[in-house]
């Protein structure tokens, strides 16, 4: 299995309050993704990056801000959380963004927001 | 713009029994197309992938798929159903957008499998 590390692995907060989720790797893949599943949905991409300090936004990135410092992690943090940022949050990784190159997964953060 | 239809959200088989798991998709360039399954509690686990090679796709734990450019399908088959597959499968499709690639995830299929 790659290694993904998602932390935490369930949070329960209130609204309004700032939530950060942490995914680390120890693959050095350059690319590394936040997606949200939701029933009925699938999985929706919120942010991607493709390297340290480049960041581009998904198809539902309102409400949510990322950050990448180093290779190996990738912050998802919501600024003020909301009853609809309930959900959970699979990070994932490649080596490329070239369509031929899966991505790999972490097991997920479940968060719920009060 | 493209798009992937998982045809059932739900299929129930008994254990020893074939499974198919049916996917359509749409792209206005040559997809690459994969198959994930998801465990309970558990992140999405690559089950196999066709990158315009092979159309007959072989994967991990006896999956299989064929993509079938005709058809615009990348069906997904096991000769015979084990306990341990029941889980969620998710059908993808990767496409270029601009000057991405771009993932884009059917809605899932829950396949339960029976004794």
């Known amino acids: 299995d790659a290694g993904i590390t998602q932390s935490p692995r369930h949070k329960v907060t209130e609204t309004g309050t700032p939530v950060t989720l942490r995914c680390h790797q120890t693959e050095n893949h350059r690319y590394m993704y936040w997606y949200r599943q939701d029933p009925g949905h699938g999985l929706r991409l919120i942010h991607y990056?493709?390297?340290?300090?480049?960041?581009d936004k998904g198809e539902v990135s309102d409400g949510y801000s990322v950050s990448r410092s180093k290779t190996e992690d990738f912050l998802l943090t919501l600024e003020s959380a909301t009853s609809s940022q309930t959900s959970v949050y699979f990070c994932a990784i490649s080596e490329s963004i070239g369509g031929r190159q899966p991505q790999h997964f972490g097991d997920g953060t479940r968060l719920s927001i009060l | 713009a493209q798009s992937v239809t998982q045809l059932d959200s739900h299929v129930s088989v008994s254990e020893g029994t074939p499974v198919l798991l049916r996917c359509n998709y749409s792209?206005?360039?040559?997809?690459?197309l994969f198959w994930y399954v998801q465990h309970p509690n558990k992140g999405l686990q690559l089950l196999l992938k066709y990158t315009s090679a092979a159309t007959l796709v072989k994967g991990i734990n006896g999956f299989e798929a064929e993509f079938k450019k005709s058809e615009t399908s990348f069906h997904l088959t096991k000769p015979s159903a084990h306990m341990s597959d029941a889980a969620e499968y998710f059908c993808v499709v990767s496409d270029r957008g601009g000057s991405n690639y771009k993932l884009t995830f059917g809605k899932g299929t829950l396949l339960t499998v029976n004794p």
């Open positions: 792209s206005s360039y040559s997809p690459s």
């Open positions: 990056s493709y390297g340290v300090k480049d960041t």
